[in-house]
């Protein structure tokens, strides 16, 4: 595996990072849950589900299509889909992290909108894709992604770009079903899972994903865990957006994906090395819950991969997204490149 000349930083150490930021919202949150829950019940009923961005005259656009809900193994999941491009265009698959709809790609969405095909999938539990019908594995979550394509009628091979959970599923996919990837892009994906797992602070993060994520202290504890505090002072769209979603969550429904993540997932790192198709993997050097060497050192056994290491938190593609796009464009030129030379 190749690793960028940018070298690695290493991650602070602070142990316990989940703990400090939950169990400090915690005590916020605590004391004014009960006396908040009218307020939050009626911003779930009457707040709108805006998925679209404001342009700076004060136009509004739509990001994507409006979502088809396709049915899989865990559920029914909302995926908006682009169609058809043209001849020098590719099929990009995108799936987002815990906690976060695909509006975290705003900016990549809104680059490649026109060049490439973009397939957006909400995991379940988020966006506006259903519950899954029971506990779902990260292997379930990659054959689902195979059968959104399935459906579409796609049958090339395909570029996934996963974020965190979305990294796991693409890894998934990848090793499932080889012959339909052309690229892999695992951003900030959390292949090593602690032998002391669940933490106190999992488990809290999955309880309050059920009660108390639509309460500030609970999403701005989760924006502390995620972002960069440039990126949560700077404020802005795609802050909006994180927030939004989860005022918006079904909170049953995103618990069960949640915990199916954070507490039952299995490892991805001991098998890493089976996944042969060019893989991009970028990790966030102030990214406290997964270090950035811990990934450097598992994502290692990639036989095709190349590492990029940031100055970002847990989601890259938020803290940097100019950054992270270059990346991937980088990589799928490669990829569309050595594609065609082997065709030749």
Not at 23 to 31: K, N
Request: some cysteine; glycine content about 8%; charged content about 20%.
């Amino acid at each position: 595996m190749k690793a960028s000349p940018s070298g690695f930083g290493r991650a602070p150490a602070r142990s316990g990072f989940w703990q400090f930021i939950f169990l400090h919202e915690a005590m916020l949150t605590l004391f004014t849950f009960f006396g908040n829950t009218a307020r939050i019940c009626w911003s779930r009923q009457h707040e709108p589900k805006i998925h679209a961005m404001t342009t700076a005259t004060g136009e509004t656009k739509s990001l994507l299509p409006p979502a088809r809900q396709v049915i899989t193994r865990v559920g029914a999941l909302a995926v908006r889909d682009t169609g058809q491009t043209g001849p020098e265009g590719q099929t990009i698959v995108l799936w987002p992290s815990i906690l976060a709809d695909y509006r975290i790609y705003r900016h990549p969405i809104e680059v490649w909108r026109g060049r490439h095909r973009i397939v957006a999938i909400d995991g379940p539990g988020h966006g506006e894709s259903g519950r899954s019908p029971g506990a779902i594995s990260m292997h379930d979550c990659g054959q689902a992604l195979g059968e959104v394509l399935d459906e579409l009628a796609i049958s090339e091979p395909v570029a996934v770009v996963g974020t965190s959970w979305g990294g796991l599923v693409a890894g998934e996919f990848a090793l499932a079903q080889p012959k339909r990837i052309l690229g892999l892009v695992m951003l900030n994906t959390p292949i090593i899972k602690s032998p002391n797992s669940p933490s106190l602070s999992d488990r809290f993060v999955v309880w309050g994903a059920r009660w108390i994520h639509a309460s500030a202290a609970y999403r701005n504890g989760v924006a502390k865990a995620f972002f960069l505090p440039t990126t949560i002072a700077r404020g802005g769209v795609a802050q909006e957006d994180f927030h939004h979603h989860l005022r918006q969550a079904d909170g049953a429904a995103l618990a069960q994906a949640v915990r199916s993540v954070l507490i039952d997932r299995e490892s991805l790192a001991d098998r890493m090395k089976g996944i042969k198709a060019p893989t991009l993997f970028v990790a966030g050097r102030q990214d406290a819950m997964y270090p950035v060497d811990a990934l450097q050192r598992a994502a290692s056994a990639l036989p095709n991969g190349h590492f990029e290491a940031l100055d970002t938190a847990h989601i890259s593609v938020v803290d940097d997204p100019l950054s992270v796009t270059a990346l991937i464009d980088d990589f799928l030129r490669r990829q569309i490149e050595s594609s065609r030379e082997r065709s030749a």
